[in-house]
């Protein structure tokens, strides 16, 4: 399938963009509906974050969206989405020229060879590798560049779109969730609860375990119902990995590596990795002799093949961009913040959950979330006898599970339209597994409750 191109499919929903601008326009009848109204704000010196004060909440004017605001902030949201919209543009302009060299299709194929009557370790395989990556660094929207590779290994093995997303993008999800140690979400959230970092590690490893196992499990039985015969290509076809093009997935590989240690050790974020990846693309389009003007042709043939997906994201930003000016957005987490006041520990830990899969809606930014959210549960938590980190599990567990079928998340919804899978028919295989986990996870906060996990 060339770079960019999605199959055609009969879609039962509206398309993507129809459902985001609808979320767009509910969004602003909300600023008319709902009470204005905001917290109180500080600067925090340990997270460099402009953080909500506890028990500051107050009502303010009403300030409704009308039409013309509500269609500014369509492009308001794009200015907002900057980085992640560039840095979509840049990796995949970057593995346009990885693809471009021919070592992503000939890695492609010298795998699906080596597995050919092994094909069931794949899934698992796969799934562990993304796991991996959302649960170190949030591995999320750089896998919008590497939907074509994807869905040319699951061609060759004969696995369908939707086994593609979900033992990539699902199971990054997944690794996200129950991460012990990621940056961006739980790192974050340890911050706000004055938690050393990588504390619960050992609790959080053990709920990660079972949680992949379930996902890989339902991945495994999508994939048996659904396989057909794989795909061959000759033109495709090899039985060795060519040294340039092993050379060229090693310094794909070096790139990640060299991002993940820049997240840990340097905080780096969205800006510095679009960098990376852009230093990166350039020297793979010399190595592998594409010349300057050959790397540069294949950048903007990566750009162009990503523009959809960025505007998807812009978009689904904009969603926030209208709760956010309408004065609702505060009004909201306080209207699911309040009752959790007057429950005993083990519900109210339970409630926590619950209450960041709903604000996980609206707000899908996992630290958008922290910054909104920690700092009203943190002294919530102390009053009830609940330790700080089952409020850092509660905030990632309820949202991170729902997060996986958020049709308010651009990077998802992104990931779905190239791969040409219907949202419907990613949220009819997300509600077979995610009741499982939510499940599991909310034993999970009851055991760490009962045992003082802290």
Not at 140 to 167: F, K, N
Not at 214 to 231: E, K
């Amino acid at each position: 399938m060339p770079w960019g191109t999605r199959p055609v499919t009969q879609s039962r929903l509206p398309h993507p963009l129809v459902l985001l601008v609808g979320c767009i326009l509910i969004a602003a009848a909300l600023s008319y509906v709902v009470p204005a109204g905001q917290y109180d704000r500080r600067d925090d010196t340990a997270t460099g974050r402009h953080v909500v004060i506890a028990g500051s909440f107050h009502l303010v004017p009403a300030h409704p969206m009308g039409p013309f605001q509500t269609l500014v902030a369509i492009p308001q949201g794009m200015i907002d989405a900057a980085s992640v919209i560039f840095l979509v543009f840049l990796v995949g302009g970057a593995f346009n020229v990885v693809d471009r060299t021919g070592a992503f299709r000939h890695g492609v194929e010298w795998l699906s060879e080596r597995l050919r009557r092994r094909t069931i370790f794949i899934i698992p395989i796969v799934s562990v590798v993304f796991a991996t990556g959302g649960a170190v660094e949030g591995m999320w929207e750089e896998i919008i560049a590497l939907v074509p590779v994807l869905l040319l290994l699951g061609r060759r093995v004969g696995y369908d779109p939707l086994t593609v997303v979900a033992m990539s993008l699902g199971a990054a999800g997944i690794g996200g969730t129950f991460s012990p140690f990621n940056p961006f979400s739980v790192g974050i959230a340890q911050r706000f609860a004055e938690l050393p970092l990588l504390s619960g590690l050992g609790f959080r490893l053990a709920v990660l375990g079972p949680a992949l196992a379930v996902w890989v499990w339902g991945t495994m039985r999508h994939a048996a119902r659904t396989r057909v015969p794989p795909v061959e290509d000759p033109s495709e076809s090899t039985r060795t990995l060519k040294p340039r093009h092993a050379i060229t997935l090693l310094v794909v590989a070096a790139t990640f590596v060299a991002y993940v240690v820049g997240a840990l050790q340097y905080d780096w974020g969205f800006d510095e990795m679009s960098g990376l990846f852009f230093l990166m693309g350039t020297a793979v389009g010399l190595l592998g002799g594409l010349g300057l003007s050959g790397t540069a042709e294949a950048f903007v043939e990566g750009f162009r093949a990503m523009a959809y997906a960025a505007m998807l994201i812009g978009v689904a930003r904009a969603i926030f961009v209208v709760l956010d000016r309408g004065l609702v957005v505060d009004t909201i987490i306080h209207a699911m913040m309040t009752p959790l006041e007057h429950l005993p520990p083990m519900l109210f830990a339970g409630g926590m959950m619950i209450v960041q899969a709903i604000i996980a809606l609206p707000v899908p930014s996992t630290s958008g979330r922290a910054v909104l959210t920690m700092p009203i549960l943190v002294p919530l938590s102390d009053l009830l006898g609940v330790s700080r980190q089952v409020t850092v599990l509660a905030y990632q567990y309820g949202a991170g599970i729902v997060g996986q079928f958020m049709p308010t998340d651009g990077a998802l919804v992104a990931i779905l339209a190239l791969a040409g899978v219907r949202y419907d028919e990613w949220l009819r295989f997300c509600l077979r597994i995610c009741p499982l986990l939510f499940v599991m996870s909310l034993v999970a906060v009851g055991i760490a409750v009962a045992i003082g996990v802290r």
